[in-house]
């Protein structure tokens, strides 16, 4: 069966730290890979999709930037940390076919930028 | 650019009431529809979902969601709520033509005993 691992759960990061965050999936092949940030009231706020390796989309220009090294990794990245990065990040996955995205959630990463 | 709206953000029920949370999208052409729920502690995981066929679905917990092509809209229901309903719900669209799934800002339910 098909699992999503985030980590980490919880960040703790000073502004103008760099960020890091990562996400893997196991049991598929070719997913599409999802990173949403969710604040209170806001619902979740696409951030960066991709359909293969190397192919990011960027949906919100801000302090952040995505890539994706192998087929199954997607990491979420900061050179420099705001403190309106702070906020519950989410990655996702579908299958990659659009004729059924239904996407699959890891546990979340909890930012906090201090 | 397209969107998706929850108008209730603050839904407030008694046990046994019944349910209808909206969620409109801005969308052309064909979509995929989705409800999703989050529990204290727990992943977003799906409620239900429309592809295509009977624009009447059933999903978990005794939910169901109507597809109204012409309303752009996938109302969430339930006849009767129970206090384990209380917590948030999320409408997500995508476009049969594009990868992305956007999310509305969600719909908190709070159920009283």
């Known amino acids: 069966s098909q699992t999503i691992h985030q980590w980490p759960a919880t960040l703790v990061q000073p502004v103008g730290s760099p960020l890091s965050l990562e996400c893997t999936v196991e049991?598929?092949?070719?997913?599409?890979l999802y990173w949403y940030r969710q604040a209170a009231g806001r619902g979740l706020q696409l951030l960066f999709y991709?359909?293969?390796?190397?192919?990011i989309s960027s949906e919100v220009p801000q302090n952040l930037s995505a890539s994706r090294p192998q087929d199954r990794q997607f990491i979420l990245s900061s050179k420099k940390l705001l403190l309106s990065d702070s906020g519950f990040y989410l990655c996702?996955?579908?299958?990659?076919?659009?004729?059924?995205?239904?996407?699959?959630f890891g546990q979340g990463t909890r930012l906090t930028v201090v | 650019a397209q969107s998706v709206s929850q108008h209730n953000h603050h839904v407030i029920l008694s046990e046994a009431a019944s349910l209808e949370l909206g969620c409109n999208y801005s969308?052309?052409?064909?979509?995929?529809l989705f409800w999703y729920v989050q529990y204290p502690g727990q992943h977003l995981q799906l409620l239900l979902k429309?592809?295509?066929?009977?624009?009447l679905v059933k999903g978990i917990k005794g939910f169901e969601a109507e597809f109204i092509k012409s309303k752009f809209s996938f109302n969430l229901r339930k006849p009767s709520v129970q206090w384990s309903d209380t917590t948030e719900y999320f409408c997500?669209?995508?476009?049969?033509?594009?990868?992305?799934?956007?999310f509305g800002k969600g719909t908190r339910l709070h159920i009283l005993p």
């Open positions: 996702a996955w579908t299958h990659g076919s659009r004729q059924n995205a239904e996407a699959f």
């Open positions: 049991g598929t092949s070719n997913p599409n």
């Open positions: 991709s359909v293969g390796i190397g192919q």
């Open positions: 969308y052309g052409g064909t979509v995929n």
């Open positions: 429309y592809f295509s066929g009977d624009p």
């Open positions: 997500a669209v995508n476009a049969l033509w594009d990868d992305k799934i956007i």
